[in-house]
């Protein structure tokens, strides 16, 4: 069983920057898929980024070119560092963490972002 504890959220200034973190405890197989998704009030739950135990990365269109996704070589940590900060990215950000070799899912549970002046 992995626990996923997201922090780092809250009330944002448009174009401000912010990092989001995410924790994990418990035992993650050697292939997996760490990220982050996000999920606007009555909107769906959306791919934001994503980072494969190859280290590939996978970003959605909206948050390209100002967001970075990183992790720990431990696969302990994932970060989700997002800069020019848009009232569209306003939403629950949710920790993921796909265990391909255990074939288990686990989210957190969640995190607030509000951008807004």
Same mark, same amino acid.
């Given at each position: 069983?992995?626990?996923? =504890?997201?922090?780092?959220? $809250?009330?944002? %200034?448009?174009?401000?920057?912010? /990092?989001?973190?995410? @924790?994990? *405890?418990?035992?993650?197989?050697?292939?997996?898929?760490?990220?982050?998704?996000?999920?606007?009030?009555?909107?769906?739950?959306?791919?934001?980024? =994503?980072?494969?135990?190859? $280290?590939?990365? %996978?970003?959605?269109?909206?948050? /390209?070119?100002?967001? @970075?996704? *990183?992790?720990?070589?431990?696969?302990?940590?994932?970060?989700?560092?997002?800069?020019?900060?848009?009232?569209?990215?306003?939403?629950?950000?949710?920790?993921?963490?796909?265990?391909?070799?255990?074939?288990?899912?686990?989210?957190?549970?969640?995190?607030?972002?509000?951008?807004?002046?």
């Amino acid at each position: 069983q992995v626990r996923l =504890v997201e922090s780092g959220g $809250g009330l944002v %200034q448009p174009g401000g920057p912010l /990092k989001l973190s995410c @924790t994990a *405890s418990g035992t993650i197989g050697r292939i997996y898929v760490m990220g982050w998704y996000r999920q606007a009030p009555g909107k769906q739950r959306e791919l934001v980024a =994503v980072i494969a135990s190859t $280290g590939m990365t %996978q970003y959605a269109d909206s948050v /390209k070119g100002r967001s @970075t996704i *990183s992790r720990d070589n431990a696969k302990t940590a994932v970060y989700l560092q997002m800069d020019s900060l848009k009232p569209e990215d306003t939403a629950v950000y949710f920790c993921n963490v796909d265990d391909v070799s255990n074939a288990e899912n686990y989210w957190g549970q969640g995190t607030q972002v509000t951008v807004s002046s």
